[in-house]
Nanobody
Framework: QVQLVESGGGLVQPGGSLRLSCAAS????????MRWYRQAPGKQRELVAS???????NYVDSVEDRFTISRDNAKNTAYLQMNSLKPEDTAVYYC??????????WGQGTQVTVSS
């Protein structure tokens, strides 16, 4: 059974940091690219960051220089380090495992709330 399980969300003050984790099981993790999406209330799901199987990364402009995506193939885990958080980063964050352009598997999401 394939599972992607996100963790690390929570409430943080503006300017703070969080690290999200996405633990994968039931797949050959190293052959998949990994993506982080977010969805704020009333808004469409947005691609935030991606990392390919060979480690190439991409970010949406709004998080460039603040967020860092990484992966540890030995632990079957992808990460999203989020620094200098802003209230507009508040959303449910989801990870996905992709091949080619297709998101094959999804996690259940973790809530991130940035508020004073």
């Amino acid at each position: 059974q394939v599972q992607l399980v996100e963790s690390g969300g929570g409430l943080v003050q503006p300017g703070g940091s969080l690290r999200l984790s996405c633990a994968a099981s039931g797949i050959i993790f190293r052959i998949y690219g990994m993506r982080w999406y977010r969805q704020a209330p009333g808004k469409q799901r947005e691609l935030v960051a991606s990392i390919t199987s060979d480690g190439t990364t991409n970010y949406v402009d709004s998080v460039e220089d603040r967020f860092t995506i990484s992966r540890d193939n030995a632990k079957n885990t992808a990460y999203l380090q989020m620094n200098s958080l802003k209230p507009e980063d508040t959303a449910v964050y989801y990870c996905s495992a992709f091949k080619g352009v297709v998101n094959v598997y999804w996690g259940q999401g973790t809530q991130v709330t940035v508020s004073s």
